[in-house]
């Protein structure tokens, strides 16, 4: 049974920083691409982050380019979200992703697998 369970998530001051983890099992981790997607009440579903299996590939939404980073380490099974300089409208709920491509992780409607998520919270 693939389980993704993440961590970190919590109420940062806007500027402020967070990292998000998601530990996997169930899955050969490093077989597949990992991913980050965030939805808050109202709003639809935006992936913001993606990973390739080896972690040299990466993609991000342009809403997070250069304030997000996204990171992998096969060894622990984790794949890791860092967040910085946080805005308000970055407040959501955010899940982590697996799939078989990065492009699918980018671009699929449906997530293969997905964890149940971790709250961001930024104040202004």
């Known amino acids: 049974q693939v389980q993704l369970v993440e961590s970190g998530g919590g109420l940062v001051q806007a500027g402020g920083s967070l990292r998000l983890s998601c530990a996997a099992s169930?899955?050969?981790?490093?077989?597949?691409?990992m991913g980050w997607f965030r939805q808050a009440p109202g709003k639809e579903r935006e992936i913001v982050a993606a990973?390739?299996?080896?972690?040299?590939?990466?993609k991000y939404a342009d809403s997070v380019k250069g304030r997000f980073t996204i990171s992998r380490d096969n060894a622990k099974n984790t794949v890791y979200l860092e967040m910085n300089s946080l805005k308000p409208e970055d407040t959501a709920g955010y899940c982590c992703?697996?799939?078989?491509?990065?492009?699918?992780?980018?671009?699929?409607?449906?997530?293969?697998?997905w964890g149940r998520g971790a709250q961001v919270t930024v104040s202004s």
């Open positions: 169930g899955l050969t981790f490093s077989r597949y691409a």
């Open positions: 990973i390739n299996w080896s972690g040299s590939g990466t």
């Open positions: 992703q697996a799939d078989s491509t990065i492009t699918a992780v980018a671009s699929s409607p449906q997530p293969r697998y």
